[in-house]
C-alpha cells in the first residue's frame, strides 16, 4: 500500500513512513491511493470471528508490505488485551423493538473510544522505532479525552517522549487526574496558562519550525494520524457483520468533532461494507452540519458545552472527504484550504455540496437536547449514555431513515467520565468504574507554563535532552 498527501505535493510514501509522520510536509493528510474492498464472502467470514481476527483481516493491507502477517497479528491481539470487555468494541441493545444499537467504545483504559487506535498505535510506533533505532518526540494539546489516551499508549514504552499540552484549569477533574498521574519518566504534562486553541496553535508553531522539528524528531498521534482512521474503521465492520451478516444492511450514528470517527465509516462503506446511512451529529459547534445545510464552510467561535471533545471549529479530517469530492485534485485543494484559513469561510460547488449530502446526513443538537435524551434513554432502558453518546443518539433518532435497518449509535465514552452532566440530567452521578475511583489521592505531575512559544520549546528541549541520558 502506497499513499499520498491531499495537497498533492508528498507523494509515494509507505504505512511507516505515514505513522512516524503524522502530517505531510505539504501541511496536508495523507490517504492510501486505492482502498482495499471486502469481498461479500469475506464479510460474512467475519461475521462470527471475534474482534482481533476481524481487526487483523481488516487492516492487514494498508500495513502491507511493512511487517510480517504474524508479527502484525501479534501486535494487534496485544493492543486489545487490556480492555476491560473481551469484545473489546460490543453491541448492546437500546431499544428492541426498534432496532436500536449502542456500539460501546469505551473499554479502553481511558474509558473513550480514542483508546482503541491509539493502544494499536502505541505498539507500531515501538516497533517501528526499534526497526529503524530511532527516538521520536510525541507533542500533542488536547481539551481532554485524546491526552489520556495517548499518554496510556506510550507510556514507559522505549524511543519516546510525549509532551502533552492542556489548557489548564480548563479540563475535568477526572480528565486532568487521567494525565497527570502518570508517573513514567517519559510522559510530560504540561499545563498552559490559556485556552485549547492556545495549546493547539503552540503544537503547530514548534511544528512549523522545521529546526526545532527536525532536531527533536517531531511527531503527532492525533486524528490527522491515518492509522488512527485505520484503526476506527474496524468496529464499523464488526459491527455491521453481527447485525446483518455482511449483506444487509446497517445504519450508524456518530457524534463528531475533528471528523475522524464518521470519516473512518466512510472509509468502511468504500471497502464494501453495507452501511445504508452514515448520520453525522454535531454539538452547537455546528460547522458541518451547517455546510450540510448551505454549501459554506465557515468558522465561527468556538462555544463550550457538555460534549467537549466536540467543541471544534475546524474538523481536520474533513480535508480528506474534501480531496476525494473534488477528484483527488491535491492542487485544487491546497489552494481551497489556503483560502478557508485566509478567509475563514470556503463555498463548496454544487457537485461537491450534492455528493456529500449524498454520502451523510447531518444535524445538531444543543445542550438541552442532550441533556433530554439522557434522560430519556435512562427512563426507556435504563442505560446511562454520556453527552457525546446522547448527542448522536438525539440526532440519529431524528434523521433514521428505514426503520427496518438496524441503527447503530457510536457510544463514545463512558457515562462516568462526564459525572456533572450526566447528574444535571438525571439527578444522580453515574457508578465510577475502577479505572476512575483508584486515580482518587494518587501524586500529580506537571509543569504549568505561560503561553509562551520560547517557554515551552525551552521545556521540551530540557527535558528531552535530559531523558538522553
Ligand atoms: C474525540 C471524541 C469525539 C469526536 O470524535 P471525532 O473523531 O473528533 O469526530 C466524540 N466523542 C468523544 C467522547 C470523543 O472523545
Not at 521520536?136 to 496510556?152: C, K, L, M, R
Not at 480531496?323 to 470556503?346: I, P
Request: a negative charge; hydrophobic letters at 45%.
Amino acid at each position: 500500500m502506497r499513499y499520498e498527501s491531499t495537497r498533492g505535493q508528498a507523494g509515494n510514501r509507505s504505512f511507516s513512513d505515514v505513522l512516524l509522520d503524522g502530517m505531510a510536509s505539504d501541511g496536508g493528510l495523507y490517504v492510501p491511493v486505492e482502498l482495499p474492498l471486502l469481498s461479500e464472502a469475506t464479510l460474512r467470514g467475519f461475521a462470527d470471528k471475534p474482534f482481533v481476527e476481524v481487526a487483523t483481516g481488516v487492516m492487514w493491507p494498508f500495513v502491507a508490505p511493512e511487517f510480517e502477517p504474524d508479527e502484525f497479528a501479534e501486535l494487534v491481539a496485544h493492543s486489545y488485551e487490556g480492555f476491560d470487555h473481551p469484545d473489546v468494541a460490543p453491541l448492546r441493545v437500546l431499544d428492541p423493538g426498534r432496532g436500536e444499537w449502542l456500539l460501546e467504545l469505551f473499554w479502553g483504559p481511558t474509558l473513550a473510544f480514542k483508546d482503541v487506535a491509539l493502544q494499536l498505535l502505541g505498539n507500531l510506533f515501538e516497533r517501528e522505532l526499534v526497526k529503524r533505532s530511532r527516538a521520536v518526540t510525541i507533542i500533542g494539546a488536547t481539551s481532554g479525552d485524546t491526552g489520556s489516551a495517548a499518554i496510556e499508549a506510550v507510556r514507559g514504552r522505549e524511543g519516546i517522549q510525549l509532551f502533552m499540552l492542556h489548557p489548564r484549569g480548563r479540563v475535568s477533574e477526572i480528565q486532568r487526574l487521567q494525565m497527570t498521574t502518570a508517573d513514567d519518566s517519559n510522559i510530560h504534562n504540561v499545563a498552559i496558562e490559556g485556552t485549547f486553541d492556545d495549546c493547539q496553535d503552540l503544537v503547530k508553531a514548534m511544528f512549523a519550525d522545521n529546526g526545532f522539528r527536525e532536531r527533536h524528531a517531531l511527531s503527532a498521534v492525533n486524528s490527522i494520524n491515518w492509522a488512527r482512521v485505520m484503526a476506527q474503521t474496524v468496529y464499523y465492520v464488526t459491527a455491521a457483520v453481527r447485525l446483518g451478516g455482511g449483506s444487509s444492511q446497517v445504519a450508524f450514528s456518530v457524534p463528531t468533532g475533528n471528523f475522524g470517527n464518521i470519516y473512518a465509516g466512510h472509509v468502511a462503506r468504500e471497502m464494501g461494507v453495507p452501511i445504508s446511512q452514515l448520520i453525522l451529529a454535531t454539538n452547537v459547534n455546528d460547522i458541518l452540519s451547517r455546510a450540510f445545510d448551505t454549501g459554506s464552510l465557515q468558522i465561527e467561535a468556538v462555544t463550550h458545552s457538555t460534549s467537549p471533545a466536540m467543541d471544534i471549529q475546524v474538523s481536520s479530517n474533513f480535508e480528506r472527504l474534501l480531496f476525494e469530492l473534488y477528484g483527488r485534485d491535491g492542487t485544487m485543494l491546497a489552494a481551497l484550504m489556503d483560502r478557508f484559513r485566509l478567509l475563514g469561510h470556503v463555498e463548496l460547488t454544487e457537485p461537491v455540496l450534492e455528493a456529500f449530502q449524498e454520502l451523510f446526513d447531518a444535524d445538531s443538537l444543543d445542550d438541552d437536547g442532550t441533556r433530554r435524551v439522557i434522560r430519556s434513554v435512562y427512563e426507556q432502558s435504563g442505560i446511562v449514555v454520556d453527552p457525546h453518546t446522547a448527542v448522536g443518539l438525539g440526532v440519529g433518532r431524528s434523521l433514521r431513515a428505514d426503520p427496518d435497518v438496524p441503527l447503530v449509535m457510536l457510544a463514545c465514552a463512558h457515562p462516568a467520565k462526564f459525572p456533572e452532566t450526566v447528574e444535571a440530567a438525571l439527578g444522580e452521578r453515574p457508578i465510577e468504574p475502577t479505572r476512575i475511583s483508584a486515580l482518587a489521592g494518587l501524586p500529580e505531575r506537571f509543569e504549568t507554563l505561560p503561553n509562551d512559544l520560547e517557554a515551552v520549546k525551552a521545556f521540551i528541549h530540557e527535558r528531552a535532552a535530559s531523558s538522553e541520558l
